[in-house]
C-alpha cells in the first residue's frame, strides 16, 4: 500500500518556523517529481513547492518564495518543506504530493498521482 505521511505541522506565532516532512512507504519516490500544497478553509487547494526527480530543480509559488525552501533526501524516501517567516496567511492544511517516475516537475495538483492526508499549519498574529 502507497502511503505519504506528513508530519511537522504546529501551531507557531507569526514569524516563526517550522519544518514539515512527509515520509512515503510501499514504493519509492525517489525517481519522482514531488510537492507541496496548502488548503486553507473555503479555499481551493494551492501550488506551494515543488521539486524535481534528481533534487536539482525547485519551483515554488510567488507567495513563499524566499521564506519556504523544499528538499528531499532520496535515501530516506523523504519530502522536507523549511517555512521560515511564517505570516498568518500560511495557516492551511499542508498536503504533499508525488508524481509517476521521471514525471517532470510540476505546480499542477491534477498531475500528482499521489496525495498525503496532510498536516495542520496554524500561524498567529
Known amino acids: 500500500q502507497v502511503q505519504l505521511v506528513e508530519s511537522g505541522g504546529g501551531l507557531v506565532q507569526a514569524g516563526g518556523s517550522l519544518r514539515l516532512s512527509c515520509a512515503a512507504s510501499?514504493?519509492?519516490?525517489?525517481?519522482?517529481?514531488m510537492g507541496w500544497f496548502r488548503q486553507a478553509p473555503g479555499k481551493e487547494r494551492e501550488f506551494v513547492a515543488a521539486?524535481?526527480?534528481?533534487?536539482?530543480?525547485?519551483i515554488y509559488a510567488d507567495s513563499v518564495k524566499g521564506r519556504f525552501t523544499v528538499s528531499r533526501d532520496k535515501p530516506k524516501n523523504t519530502l522536507y518543506l523549511q517555512m521560515n517567516s511564517l505570516k498568518p496567511e500560511d495557516t492551511a492544511v499542508y498536503h504533499c504530493?508525488?508524481?509517476?517516475?521521471?514525471?517532470?516537475?510540476?505546480?499542477?495538483?491534477?498531475?500528482?498521482?499521489?496525495w498525503g492526508q496532510g498536516t495542520q499549519v496554524t500561524v498567529s498574529s
Open positions: 510501499g514504493r519509492t519516490f525517489s525517481n519522482s517529481a
Open positions: 504530493a508525488a508524481r509517476g517516475t521521471f514525471a517532470s516537475i510540476s505546480l499542477r495538483p491534477g498531475e500528482y498521482g499521489y
Open positions: 521539486i524535481d526527480w534528481s533534487g536539482a530543480s525547485t
